[in-house]
Every structure is written in C-alpha cells, then in structure tokens.
C-alpha cells in the first residue's frame, strides 16, 4: 500500500490548546481514570455489537421462504421481502431494524466474508472464538469508516499496527483515499461530508463531473 504525505486538510482541523484540554475534569476520581472507563466501556460495547451483526447475519442465513434462503429471496420482490417482516413481527414477535437497518450494521457485515470465508459452516452461538474480532488495537468505528474503500484490510491492518486512535484514522484515511483515488467520492457519506465541503472551498478537492 502506496504511502502519501499529507495533502489535504485534516478531519480534525481544530487541536484545543492544552489550557483548554487542561480544563477536563471529573466527577468522580481523576480524568485519567475517566478515559480508561471510557475506553473499557466502549471496547466492551463494540466487542458485542459486533457479536451481534455476526449473529444476526447467522440467523437471518438459517430463514427460508419457499425453500429459498432471504438473500435470493430479496431479488424475487416485494413478496418474499414483507412474509420476511411479517414472520419477524408478527410470528417471532420482534423487529430485526434497529440492528439491520442502519448504516453502521450494513458497514460491518460487509466485512464478515472477508473475516470468516466459512461463516455459515460454523455456529457463532456454539463457536464463538470462531468468530472473533480479528484486530487489537482498532475498533468497528474504523471498520465502518473505510468500508467503501478498495483497500480497507489494508488501511486496518495498517492502523491495527500502529494503534491509531480514531480520531487520527480518520485524519490518516482522508488523506490517504483523496491522494489515491482523487476525485473519487470514497468514504462513509455520514462521515466525511462536512470535510468534502469544506475541502471544495479551500480548492483541495474536486469532484469530477458527470459526462453528458
């Protein structure tokens, strides 16, 4: 993977002076203690929502309609697709979107092919290290912001090495899309947008325009 010098204007365009960050405080203990919760908590939280897409997309692989799985089923039409909505809210009595139906979700499945080839021959409810998060020192935050683009497991396993914080990854990753594929719209939508206009005014960024 080509490594590029920094071009265009970083995410995080703003570093608070360290009076401001000085000002941090606590209600209960020191501020370092509060980071450590704070990281705890999340690699926790993050560590089971990926549990989660990995399940879901197990489970959703079991359903049949017609003697047909739901991936096929979706390309038939509507039908297949409401019988789907219908057996998840009226029969197993629950709704399957606030998992399913969301970018970040949508974001993370994409990556399980490339994480487990042999994902529907093993039981994640059985197997569970089979299915285990394969980075260290990266979360599904940076999975989800470089899913769209052509060299993620290279861009993570990059960051894994290098335990970049988010913040930096996203910096990192900007850059390293525009300089590799300019013109090119790459990243998560609901990520970069601000950044994509803001780099328009400063003349660092131009989309290409559609040929009539």
Known sequence: MKQYPQV????????????????????????D????????????????????VVEYAWLEHQYLYDGVGRASAQEAGIGPNQIYGYFMK???GVS??????????????SYLPDFFPKL????????????????????????AFVYQCKERLEMLEYADERAMSYGDFRDWAS????????????????????????AKKVGRYKRKSKKK
């Open 120 to 143: 529907y021959d093993h039981n994640p409810f059985e197997e569970p290290e089979y299915f285990k998060f394969p980075y260290k020192n990266i979360t599904i935050s940076h999975l």
């Open 8 to 31: 265009y204007e970083k995410i995080t365009k703003q570093v608070p002076s360290q009076a401001t960050i000085s000002k941090i405080g606590s209600r209960t203990g020191s501020v």
């Open 96 to 109: 399957q979107k606030p998992l399913s139906d969301n970018l970040f979700s949508f974001a993370l499945s």
């Open 175 to 198: 850059n390293h899309v525009y300089c590799e594929n300019p013109g090119e719209y790459s990243l998560c939508k609901w990520h970069n947008s601000s950044y994509l206009q803001k």
């Open 33 to 52: 203690d509060l980071i450590i919760k704070f990281r705890d908590y999340f690699k926790e939280l993050y560590e089971i929502y990926f549990r989660w």
């Open 90 to 92: 009226n029969i197993v």
